[in-house]
Every structure is written in C-alpha cells, then in structure tokens.
C-alpha cells in the first residue's frame, strides 16, 4: 500500500514562497504519475501541476510561471515550489499518485495567503 505524507503548509503574505513536499512509502511498479491538488473552501478539488515518471510537467493555467513542481526520486519525494503567492491561492493543497492500481491521496496541508 501506497502512503504520502505532506508537509510545507502554512500562513505567507502576498507575494511569498512555500514548498511543499510529498513522501511516498510503498512501492510501485511502472509508469506513475504524482500530482498536487487543492481545494478551496465551497469549491471543487482541482489539479495545480503533475509530473509523469519521465518528468514531464502539466500545470493549471492560474499557476504557470509562479509554481514548479519537481521530484527526487531518490528519496521518493516530490515538491511544488509556490512563488509570487496570492490570497486566490489559499486553499488545502493534496498530494496524489497514481499507477496501475494505486490511487493515493495525502492528508492534505494548509495554505493560507494573507496579509
């Protein structure tokens, strides 16, 4: 079984950085893919960015040129680097895997953008 742990959340001002990070434990087999998501209170969970197990990237168009999402494979972590953070960006950020027969959420981490 799969398990991801986020960590990286939190309050920043307008116009900050977080990283968030995600650990996956388990092992997988073959092609996956690792997104970030989020979900703002009385809206639906969207996608924020992904990365396929070649690296390519997909990013939400809201995010592009302020996130990075990237991996190390070597300690089975991806990250998504937030800059240039706005109040329309808070929400609950989740990691998700997916493979064949694996479909792994996180717990979810906080972010708040705030003066």
């Known amino acids: 079984q799969v398990q991801l742990v986020e960590s990286g959340g939190g309050l920043v001002q307008p116009g900050g950085s977080l990283r968030l990070s995600c650990a996956h434990s388990?092992?997988?087999?073959?092609?996956?893919?690792m997104g970030w998501y989020r979900q703002a209170p009385g809206k639906q969970r969207e996608l924020v960015a992904s990365?396929?197990?070649?690296?390519?990237?997909v990013y939400a168009d809201s995010v592009k040129g302020r996130f990075t999402i990237s991996r190390d494979n070597a300690e089975n972590t991806v990250y998504l680097q937030m800059n240039s953070l706005k109040p329309e960006d808070t929400a609950v950020y989740y990691c998700?895997?997916?493979?064949?027969?694996?479909?792994?959420w996180g717990q979810g981490t906080q972010v708040t953008v705030s003066s």
């Open positions: 388990g092992s997988i087999f073959g092609p996956y893919v």
């Open positions: 998700n895997l997916r493979a064949t027969g694996v479909n792994s």
């Open positions: 990365i396929i197990s070649g690296g390519s990237t």
